[in-house]
């Protein structure tokens, strides 16, 4: 998978977030703030560290955008 569609596969699960919460005309970046908020929502639920995600996360982007 190359970065454009890692990037497109990102735009879409916010938009479908942000459609099912009703906020589908909100700009893009407050779309992504609240999936994030609602990700460490999840993370707290199943007792998950979201900062290790978010880290963990950094790492495979940092290979990625290579």
Request: net charge negative; with cysteine.
């Amino acid at each position: 998978m190359d970065n454009e569609t890692r990037a497109e596969s990102a735009r879409n699960a916010v938009q479908i977030h942000a459609s099912e919460k009703g906020a589908g005309n909100e700009p893009l970046c407050s779309q992504m703030a609240d999936l994030v908020a609602d990700l460490m929502h999840l993370c707290m639920h199943e007792e998950i560290d979201f900062n290790e995600i978010v880290e963990t996360s950094s790492m495979h982007f940092e290979v990625e955008a290579c």
